[in-house]
């Protein structure tokens, strides 16, 4: 989710969607690269933190990282 969208912020949904739809893993994504708002998105649950533009090769080490995240929570079962 965007940083700055209309209504609320990333931040909160972040928030929201945790409580929505618990242990989903969601990755923020702007335009801007402040320290202090990935660490603040990170307390708020995010998984992954993206700068925009978006590069393919760090959207898809985020898609392997939910992946392997996922794979290691099913073989703890």
């Given at each position: 989710?965007?940083?700055?969208?209309?209504?609320?912020?990333?931040?909160?949904?972040?928030?929201?969607?945790?409580?929505?739809?618990?242990?989903?893993?969601?990755?923020?994504m702007t335009?801007?690269?402040?320290?202090?708002?990935?660490?603040?998105?990170?307390?708020?649950?995010?998984?992954?933190?993206?700068?925009?533009?978006?590069?393919?090769?760090?959207?898809?080490a985020c898609?392997?990282?939910?992946?392997?995240?996922?794979?290691?929570?099913?073989?703890?079962?």
């Amino acid at each position: 989710y965007d940083m700055r969208m209309r209504g609320m912020n990333g931040f909160e949904a972040v928030s929201e969607i945790d409580s929505r739809v618990p242990g989903i893993p969601v990755a923020l994504m702007t335009g801007e690269r402040d320290i202090g708002a990935v660490l603040t998105g990170f307390r708020s649950g995010a998984f992954d933190y993206l700068t925009k533009p978006i590069d393919l090769a760090e959207l898809l080490a985020c898609i392997d990282r939910v992946a392997s995240q996922n794979q290691q929570i099913r073989q703890q079962r």
